[in-house]
């Protein structure tokens, strides 16, 4: 696919220098880039490359002197990334699915496609499922009974719907994610050690046999629009009502939502990111990757938490978490500094008890670890 | 699917009180109850919901005056969670899978399945397979070579079970579990730098270029009765013996058993729990979700970790474990408080340290990290 | 398969005693081993199960005794691990793949499979793609269009290799892995919450609504020679240029590569690692289990990381990391010792505040966290 320096401005809303008729076939790193690329540099860092490419156009930074690096042509993005996500959906060639329903596939008569679905060999879309247009379904996918899908979704090889589930417009599900999924959820005959344990902050009873069982999940899942679900991520079904995720909210890969979750919208969950059961998690939050979310709380609506970071409290709106356990990014950058200085302030003890002829620094070793 | 109220007290063993005969379809939280759910208020605290919900029939607290909700009946359970269990397995439809083999299942001429199997379609079920009665197989389901699954199996869609697997009766499976891959086993030529950090606790000689030879896994995976398996968990097989889970274990999603592996009986994994290679795990350990436990190392009986710890080292018999490095919970607890005063506490240092005299905090900034 | 012990002597290049034409057909523990296995012994600790199982020969450590332990040969290993790389590879039978190409698999008429290719049921291979000789493809597997794998790849059950992927030879890819799924990379009009945090430390302007742009991902995944990937692991494209692997490096299952990561060569990545995007990895690196890698940070060439670590900062070449922050393993070790005696340190405070008549420590509860 081919397309002009001006129609990528135009597309992007971007300010177009020179050449606009200059035909466009792909982007690319400056150093990298073929005859065809657009020369990607939004930042002075990359000048360096465009002049080691072969690009003829680039997008540039505000105010770059474009003549200077030799081109016929340049585009300015004041926000280079916003910019990215104009340009690679122009240039994303998108998964070759092939138009209709494969003979390969098994639909059951009940199940109601939309107009213009694509589906794959070896998909199976069970009874009573809704499903609505211009559906992309690729390879391998299951969709069980009475699962409703809005239109334009995009289903990559081998996701699995479980029964029941509802899901708004526009989702792209990544391979292997699978939704609806039965949830973890198990109960001993008499009180068990863990809710002993929860109820005593670690205290037990004498400790007795215990076997478990089983709470099926009665409830299923419902997946606003706009919603991105990461490869091989999870999200269980509800015990009684629906596990949810609000629109706009995107799950990278291997992402656990456990049962009667509510995510709210545009949020991102970064890969790996844990959210155990009946936890809420509000609006525009963003979990960094391997986030940990103890169930049954509540973190607010714009709260932010890095990387690793093990939410095992409520978290109240717009707070920046960091560490295990999470705590305000501020204080967890104070301890940390604290920590550095830890040994030195043990010696500087030490060295006061010396001045006042203590001796507590002695057998102190046995800790209370 | 229809019961009476009295039926389901019957099935729970629960107290009845009032209309026996009410007809009841599914079970609902109370506020969006319609007039054929049984609405779930075995707490005081969800009493309000009844009144604004269409129930005619409630689960509630042991002593709740049902009829001034406005009920024509009641079951009254003592500890709502286990009737719960009870409840939910009345109500679940289970996923759908047509009864009998699939014409568009490939099940070798050699395999062996039970009496009343359902295979669905895109199954793949390999020479010398053994499976015991009634087992359900979704969509999409590989079972290998050799491998012997017991009676009343439930697996569902994408599960892939590997050669020479065994596991016991009432198998649950959910989508994308994976049994059986090989184990994560590679050696180098000469010592590696893993090796000699092991031996040294942080100490490397010289640093030489090593390339990993593969330690194939000739054991299987050997699983009890009771089990359950998340959504794309991964149990590894054994180098020369097998990787064992016992009877009644419950593993949740995205779950990791390295290789030779043993995990007791009665256990229960949360989600994105990762044991390496060769630890043993006892009997009815409880992981909270992200736990981790290094290889080659024991988890004694009872030991219940908090969601996020990483067990370093052996863990004896019933201890209750939280935090990186995991220790006792009381510690942990303890330690958390130490650290919250932590600043303070150098501030009173350095109080200390003025009122001698002494300048002992100054220049300690360059740490020990 | 049976060999003889001279025969399994001569392929691991080790020492032999006694009988070289006995019979072998497996190998095992000393206790469990029958007459036809070898039994593994290449430690004394296991010396006493020999006479336990039924073994007539056995792997032991260099100048064991074997007629000692009534066996009728021996080979004498001095690197224990080294030699089950070598028995292992003997004895693995290997997935059974039929010969030949599935009736049941979908070939797009454009690809090109080598010789010998054994294709499973239901395998879907798209357009353009080029596969080297003897591959091996269970079933389930997808290969989408443009992808291009070279000889020996063994892919197990289930496998998702996307558009344009370039793997090297002698690939393994265990089962669920999934290779080019797209990048989680997503962008808002106006400066988002996080970008803010990275740039203040924590500081937030004004919260504002915020809705996620899509960036697309035009790259694909570069994987080179001798690269084995886990079950249900994960590796996303590359923005605009590949996301990389290189040579003989090993990842786990449940392993997560972000967008245009660069992995180098020879390196271990045990179960649930996340890095995340734009991060480059070394040579020789070995992360443990559930290790997290900040984005856009470089770890050096022949760095250790601990199970569980979470590097957030650049790590310098040969550095050994534990911790959450990841910090040297040295100080990590120090800094766990000093923590255990903290509260003691508290008390000490105290002691010495109460001789200097000061009152320092009263009302510091409030903490600072």
């Known amino acids: 696919m081919t397309v002009t320096l001006g129609e990528i401005a135009a597309a992007l809303g971007a300010e177009l220098a020179g050449d606009?008729?200059?035909?466009?076939?792909?982007?690319?790193?400056?150093?990298?880039?073929?005859?065809?690329?657009?020369a990607l540099a939004m930042d002075p860092k990359y000048a360096a490359g465009i002049t080691q490419g072969q690009a003829r156009a680039a997008m540039l930074w505000p105010g770059a002197d474009w003549r200077s690096f030799g081109l016929r042509g340049a585009i300015f993005a004041p926000r280079g990334r916003l910019a990215m996500a104009g340009l690679s959906r122009i240039f994303d060639p998108g998964p070759v699915i092939q138009p209709g329903i494969s003979p390969l596939a098994v639909v059951d008569p009940t199940a109601e496609l939309g107009e213009a679905a694509a589906v794959g060999p070896f998909v199976v879309i069970g009874p009573g499922v809704r499903i609505g247009p211009r559906a992309r379904i690729a390879s391998h996918v299951s969709i069980a009974e009475g699962a409703r899908i809005g239109a334009d979704a995009l289903?990559?090889?081998?996701?699995?719907?479980?029964?029941?589930?509802?899901?708004?417009?526009?989702?792209?599900?990544?391979?292997?994610?699978?939704?609806?999924?039965?949830?973890?959820?198990?109960?001993?005959?008499?009180?068990?050690?863990?809710?002993?344990?929860?109820?005593?902050?670690?205290?037990?009873?004498?400790?007795?046999?215990q076997s478990w069982h089983?709470?099926?999940?009665?409830?299923?899942?419902?997946?606003?629009?706009?919603?991105?679900?990461?490869?091989?991520?999870?999200?269980?079904?509800?015990?009684?009502?629906?596990?949810?995720?609000?629109?706009?909210?995107?799950?990278?890969?291997?992402?656990?939502?456990?049962?009667?979750?509510?995510?709210?919208?545009?949020c991102l969950l970064c890969a790996l990111v844990g959210v155990a059961g009946s936890t809420r998690i509000g609006d525009r939050v963003v979990l960094g990757g391997q986030v940990g979310v103890s169930d049954n709380i509540f973190v607010g609506d714009d709260v932010i938490a890095g990387g690793g970071s093990k939410i095992l409290t409520n978290a109240p709106k717009g707070r920046v978490l960091l560490g295990y356990p999470a705590m305000k990014?501020?204080?967890?950058?104070?301890?940390?500094?604290?920590l550095r200085r830890l040994t030195r302030l043990a010696q500087r003890v030490a060295e006061l008890e010396a001045r006042l002829g203590l001796a507590g620094g002695s057998g102190s070793d046995g800790g209370d670890g």
């Open 20 to 38: 606009a008729s200059l035909p466009i076939r792909g982007a690319s790193e400056p150093s990298a880039a073929g005859e065809l690329d657009l």
């Open 155 to 209: 289903i990559l090889q081998g996701v699995r719907i479980g029964a029941r589930v509802v899901i708004g417009d526009r989702l792209i599900a990544q391979p292997g994610a699978v939704v609806g999924a039965d949830g973890f959820a198990f109960v001993t005959a008499e009180k068990s050690g863990v809710e002993q344990i929860r109820e005593t902050l670690g205290k037990r009873e004498e400790i007795r046999d």
């Open 214 to 266: 089983r709470i099926h999940s009665l409830g299923s899942v419902t997946i606003g629009d706009d919603v991105e679900l990461g490869a091989n991520s999870c999200i269980d079904r509800g015990t009684v009502r629906d596990t949810e995720v609000g629109n706009g909210t995107k799950l990278d890969n291997l992402v656990h939502l456990g049962h009667n979750v509510r995510v709210g919208r545009d």
């Open 329 to 338: 990014m501020d204080s967890h950058i104070e301890l940390q500094k604290a």
